[in-house]
């Protein structure tokens, strides 16, 4: 690019620092997120699934639900509970300026800070669309109050009449239960029971998404070769499974160790990574789920 340099006087090259040159879809990038949105171009993304983290002190290498504390990758980056509202609203600012027109976002809360989430989100103009509670199986045991057994998952737009929705995409009109109930229409209820994956034996991080409730908010809210971000990675879960269903991605995450995981299982199409311990004594190291003629 050719600039007046004031002080020289005269016309000089400069290296194009525009976003565009630094960023690429179908890459992720180890850095903190409002900063790296801050360098995608305005209008670029279709759809955004993203989990941020909680503010409730979470201890990321505990070993109970069955994880054994060697095989989870540690060091979660945490944000202060009084820091919570403002950062939802750094980051939700830069969806915002993100997001197409006819884009969507959806986000997971606890229970914990929920008002947060809510309440940034309504400042910030979005429009709720849906508020879906995901009942997974296995909370933790309590004594004194019932168990947590939900996820909130919020899902907003910015336009309600021009943002993606496929209502037939998992299921045809006609199609039925055993029951005779129509599938598509259970498919559509705001409650969704859907497990959590139990990763036993292999390089795990502590929050991860199951890929079927990915795979559920893709097909409904999105087409092949769209952009999805998720601007919290972890172990990269959003990036991998939209590569599967042939979107684009691009994603932050702030831990060195996390980034590398996920990008480990992106660069080499792998979706469960052995530990190292087990790999030695296994025959079958990755478990691949990806249709390599499609990924290529
Ligand atoms: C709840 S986890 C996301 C889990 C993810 N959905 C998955 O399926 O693995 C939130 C992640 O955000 C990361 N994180 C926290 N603050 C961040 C920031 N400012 N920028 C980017 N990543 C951040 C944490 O290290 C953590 O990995």
Redesign the pocket.
Known sequence: MVVYNLKRKKLMMVKDESPSDKFEFNKIYN????GGMKKVPAHSIDLVI?????AINFKAQRSNYNRTALRVLGG????PQEKYYKFMLD?MKEVYRVLKESGSMYVFSGWNNLKDVLNALDELGFITVNHVIWKYQFGVVTKRKFVTSHYHCIYVCKNDEKRKFFPYSRFDKNSKHEKGGSLHYVDKEDVWYIKREYWNGDVK?P???PAEIIKKILMYSSEENDVVL?????????AVVSKMLNRQYIG????KK?YEFANERLTNNIYRVKSEVLAANSEQTLLSLFDKKRTK
């Open positions: 850095m903190e997120c409002v993203t989990d941020p983290p909680f979660y980056a945490e944000i980051w991080t929050t991860k998404l998720d601007p919290f990675l972890g172990s990269g879960q959003v932050f995450e702030i831990v996390y």
